[in-house]
C-alpha cells in the first residue's frame, strides 16, 4: 500500500512515523513546503533564548524520517489532488519540476499559514512573522546584532502573548495592538481580564480595539495606529492565521467557507481513502455535539496516533477536549473542554463552580493564588474548565484532561484518591471542593 502524507509538522510526522513502524512493508510519503520537519510551533519562542538549538524543539528530524525508510519532499508544494485517478501534482523542492504521485491512501496534514496583512508586504529588515523555525532565526539574529529596546507586536490571540512573554524575558518593552476589545478570545471574558490585567501590571502596553493604519520601514518602524503615531525597534506580526489547503479547491472534498477540512468520526473526509488531521481539520468535540477547531499540537499528535491505528479499522475517534495552556509572562492560562461561553452558545443547562484562592497551606510562607471555572452540564456530568495561576497549576491540569475523557460525575471528584505531599495537598482538595460546590449546588 501507498500512503502519501501532506504536511510534516506534529500531525503528518506522527502519523507518517507510527505507520511505517507497523506497516514497514508499505510505502510512506511525506510532502512538506519547508525544510524543517515536525517542530513543535508552540516551542518557537524558546529559539529566543542563546542556548537553544534548532533541532532543540524538532521532534522527528529529517535524518531519523529517512532511516525509517519514509520518502521525503522537502520544500514541495502540492498543487492539486485528483481524487477520481487517486493522484495528486507537486512541484518539486529548488529544481521546481512537476511531478505526479499517485497513492492508495492519502493523508492531509497540511496545518495552516500566518495571514498576510497588506500593510506588511514588502517591508524591511525589522518585520518579522511569527510562522516558522525560519522566521524565528532571523528575529533572534536581528536582536543579538542590534539588541533593540521595544517591539510592537500585532495580534492578541495565544501566539501573540506567547512571543509578548518570550521577548519581556529579554528586557524588550513589548506593545501589544489588537484590533478587537480584548485579548484572548478563546477564552471567556473573566480570564481575558485577568490576563489583561496582569500584562499590564507587569508593564506591557495594551492597544486594543485597534488598528494599524499605516507603517514606514527605517532603522526604527514607524507605525499609524488608529489616529496616534508610534515608533519601535521592530514588528512581529501574529494576527491570525488561515488553513493551508488552496490545493484542494479543485475536488469535492467538505470544506468551510474559509477552507478547514470537515472529517467524520473516522477522521476521514467526505471522499473514500482522503483523511485530514491537524490544524486543518474541523473535528467533533468530546464535550458537545458540534464541530471545532482545536488548532493545537496536543490535539493533532492525538488525531495522528488514532489514526494510525485504526485507518482499516472500525474503531472511531471520540473527539478532542481541547486542552490549551498559554504562558501569560510567568502565570499559566489554561482550559479543557467546554467553557461558558460555548455552552450559552450551545444551549445547555450547566452549572459554574468558581474557586479563587491560595493554593498552599497556611503552613507554606508563599501565596500563589489560583482562580478557576468549572462547568458541570445538568447530569452533574463535568465537561470543561478554565484556570489561570502560577505554574503549579499544571499538577493538576492532566487530572481534568482524564475526567472529561472518562465522563466524571460531580461523585467522582470527592471520591478521588491522591498522593500526599505538604506542600501541594491543597492542590488536589481543590478538585474534592469542585465536586462537593457542584453536588451542593444541586441540593
Known amino acids: 500500500m501507498k500512503i502519501v502524507v501532506i504536511g510534516a509538522q506534529i500531525a503528518g510526522a506522527t502519523f507518517a512515523v507510527n505507520y511505517k513502524k507497523e506497516h514497514p512493508e508499505d510505502d510512506v510519503i511525506i510532502i512538506n513546503k519547508n525544510i524543517h520537519t515536525s517542530y513543535i510551533t508552540s516551542a518557537l519562542p ?19 524520517l529517512k532511516s525509517l525508510g519514509i520518502k521525503l519532499y522537502l520544500k514541495s508544494e502540492v498543487i492539486s489532488v485528483e481524487p477520481d485517478t487517486k493522484t495528486l501534482k507537486i512541484i518539486k523542492g529548488a529544481s521546481g519540476t512537476l511531478e505526479t504521485l499517485d497513492y492508495d491512501k492519502l493523508i492531509i ?61 529579554l528586557n524588550i518593552d513589548i506593545t501589544i495592538v489588537e484590533k478587537e476589545k480584548n485579548i484572548l478570545r478563546q477564552f471567556d471574558i473573566d480570564f481575558q481580564i485577568y490576563a489583561k490585567e496582569y500584562l499590564e501590571k507587569n508593564n506591557i502596553k495594551l492597544l486594543l480595539d485597534s488598528e494599524i493604519k499605516a507603517a514606514e520601514q527605517g532603522n526604527k518602524v514607524k507605525v499609524k495606529i488608529n489616529k496616534e503615531d508610534y515608533e519601535y525597534d521592530f ?16 475536488t469535492n472534498i467538505h470544506m468551510t467557507q474559509n477552507g478547514y477540512i470537515f472529517v467524520n468520526e473516522k477522521l476521514e473526509t467526505n471522499i473514500k481513502d482522503i483523511y485530514a488531521i491537524g490544524d486543518c481539520a474541523i473535528v467533533k468535540s468530546s464535550g458537545v455535539e458540534e464541530y471545532i477547531l482545536p488548532k ?4 493533532a499528535k492525538l488525531q495522528a496516533e488514532y489514526l494510525y491505528r485504526n485507518i482499516d479499522s472500525n474503531k472511531t475517534y471520540k473527539g478532542t477536549t481541547a486542552p490549551m495552556v498559554i504562558n501569560v509572562l510567568d ?3 489554561a482550559k479543557i473542554g467546554i467553557i461558558e461561553s460555548q455552552a450559552e452558545e450551545n444551549n445547555l443547562e450547566y452549572k459554574i463552580i468558581e474557586i479563587k484562592e491560595n493554593i498552599y497551606p497556611n503552613y507554606i510562607n ?12 445538568k447530569n452533574l456530568d463535568f465537561i470543561g474548565i478554565e484556570m489561570f495561576g502560577d ?21 467522582d471528584f ?21 465536586g462537593e460546590e457542584a453536588l451542593k449546588e444541586n441540593e
Open 46 to 64: 524558546f529559539l529566543l533564548k542563546e542556548d537553544i538549538k534548532d533541532d532543540d524543539i524538532i521532534l522527528y528530524s529529517e535524518k531519523y
Open 109 to 169: 496534514a497540511s496545518g495552516c499559514n500566518s495571514v498576510k496583512l497588506p500593510i506588511f508586504e514588502n517591508k524591511g529588515n525589522n518585520f518579522f512573522i511569527f510562522k516558522n523555525i525560519l522566521n524565528i532565526n532571523r528575529l533572534k539574529k536581528f536582536i543579538e546584532k542590534n539588541e533593540p529596546k521595544n517591539a510592537l507586536i500585532v495580534g492578541g490571540g495565544g501566539t501573540g502573548i506567547t512571543v509578548a512573554t518570550a521577548l519581556n524575558k
Open 235 to 250: 514588528i512581529v506580526v501574529t494576527a491570525g492565521i488561515i488553513p493551508n489547503t488552496n490545493y484542494l479547491h479543485n
Open 296 to 299: 493545537l499540537a496536543g490535539a
Open 331 to 333: 502565570k499559566v492560562l
Open 366 to 377: 508563599e501565596n500563589k493564588e489560583i482562580y478557576l471555572k468549572a462547568i458541570f452540564n
Open 391 to 411: 505554574e503549579e497549576i499544571f499538577n493538576i491540569l492532566n487530572y481534568f484532561t482524564s475526567a472529561l475523557k472518562g465522563k466524571f460525575n460531580a461523585k
Open 414 to 434: 470527592i471520591q478521588q484518591e491522591f498522593y500526599y505531599t505538604p506542600k501541594y495537598f491543597k492542590l488536589n482538595e481543590i478538585i474534592k471542593e469542585i
